[in-house]
């Protein structure tokens, strides 16, 4: 079964802590999303990656194909990036013609002043 | 830079009734999604389009249908609402399969 992991769900931390938030993933990938989601609702993808690391202001992505794991990190970290960060992959050879995206639960992260 | 627009953003319904969530994007995109959010569960493809004029059911189709009416607009039809399908709504979009997608700002349904 093609499935998606988040650790951890829920995530306080003060400001200017170094964040990190992880997503693991059953079989093999085309891609991973981190997406994030704001308290309003709506969603923002903030990486596309399917190797190695990028990075985007304060905040790096990471995968490790091999081991099926990717990260979120947040260097740091300030109160408005209070928000659900949800990881989504593109499995190799899913349903749906490749269009399907399998979202983890998200975790929720709040950065305390 | 508009986007990913979706309408409404909260709708009420009473069991029974229909109606239809519309959207709309501006990036000349190939593919748009329908997902739904329900607490505690990932989002859920419910339908998709990989270009103008195609559309296919994805995870959980029960209970809605769909138009691509042309390449800017995708829209999703609940011909009979259901309290099961009480739900946050996103629609979405991309240039093409396996690329960065971008998402509408969401749709709270109730159905009561």
């Known amino acids: 079964k093609n499935e998606v992991e988040q650790s951890p769900q829920n995530l306080t931390a003060q400001e200017g802590e170094f964040i990190t938030i992880n997503c693991s993933y059953s079989?093999?990938?085309?891609?991973l999303h981190w997406l994030q989601q704001h308290p309003g609702g709506g969603i923002v993808s903030l990486f596309m990656l399917s190797s190695g690391k990028k990075k985007h202001g304060r905040l790096i992505a990471t995968i490790n194909i091999q081991e099926k794991h990717s990260s979120l990190h947040i260097t740091a970290s300030h109160p408005r990036d209070s928000a659900v960060y949800i990881c989504a992959v593109r499995f190799r050879g899913n349903n749906f013609g490749n269009e399907k995206l399998t979202f983890g639960t998200g975790t929720r992260l709040t950065i305390i002043p | 830079n508009a986007g990913v627009t979706q309408t409404p953003k909260f709708q009420v319904l009473k069991t029974g009734q229909s109606m239809t969530l519309q959207c709309a994007q501006d990036m000349n995109h190939n593919s748009m999604y329908w997902y739904r959010q329900d607490p505690g569960m990932g989002l859920r493809l419910i339908y998709y389009?990989?270009?103008?004029?195609?559309?296919d059911k994805g995870e959980v189709p029960n209970g809605y249908n769909v138009s691509r009416l042309n390449k800017r607009e995708f829209s999703l039809r609940l011909e009979s609402a259901a309290p099961s399908q009480t739900s946050v709504y996103f629609c979405?979009?991309?240039?093409?399969?396996?690329?960065?997608?971008?998402f509408g700002q969401g749709t709270r349904l109730t159905v009561v």
């Open positions: 979405a979009s991309s240039a093409m399969r396996g690329t960065e997608a971008f």
């Open positions: 079989v093999g990938i085309s891609a």
């Open positions: 389009s990989a270009s103008e004029g195609t559309t």
